[in-house]
């Protein structure tokens, strides 16, 4: 009954064609073409002695092993802590691709903060050149509207200034005028005086 059951056991298990030797019984081991039950109690002592299996070389150290059986049954271990040179190089090429991929995703990240820093740059001195430009304008605006009222206050000082001027003219005219009427009456008053004076003699 146990030869049957260990039969079924090895069919099943080389079917599967999925053993890992660091944690396969005796039975399973021993299931694997090449291997039997005397090296797969082997196996398992130099487990027990070693540790795991660091990859599927390693197999070659057990006693009554060697690099043909290794070689041999190479395909019917699968686990992904024994690593075989084809593993290897498939794992390289990946990690190969994953650190092209992202220094590749670094570089157009850095492209777009290059680009978007730029862009803010400009934007930045086209917006100063935008505030310069109105400053000056309105500066200039300024200057303008001050030089038109200095302009307007002149004008209106001057206009004021003739406006007095001409005022005092007249004044002085009519002061100077009233004054020789004056003097005109008192001297043909004076002479009157003296005409009556002498009619009277």
Known sequence: MKKILL??????????ASININTASAEELASIKGIGEKKAKAIIKYR???????NINELAKVKGI????????????????????????KKKKASKKAKDAKKKATKKVE???DKLEKKAKNEKKEASKKVKSK?????????KAKDSTKKEVKEAKKKASKKATSKKDKLEKKAKKTKK????SAKDKKKKKKKTKKSKK
């Open 135 to 143: 400053k000056k304008k309105i500066s200039k605006e300024s200057k």
């Open 66 to 89: 060697g690099d043909d059986i290794v070689y041999n049954v190479k395909n019917d271990i699968k686990d992904a802590s024994i690593t075989n040179d084809k593993d290897s190089a």
């Open 7 to 16: 039969m079924i056991s090895i069919f099943a298990v080389s079917a599967f």
């Open 181 to 184: 009427s004056a003097k005109k």
């Open 111 to 113: 492209s777009k903060k």
């Open 48 to 54: 027990k002695t070693h540790g795991k299996f660091k």
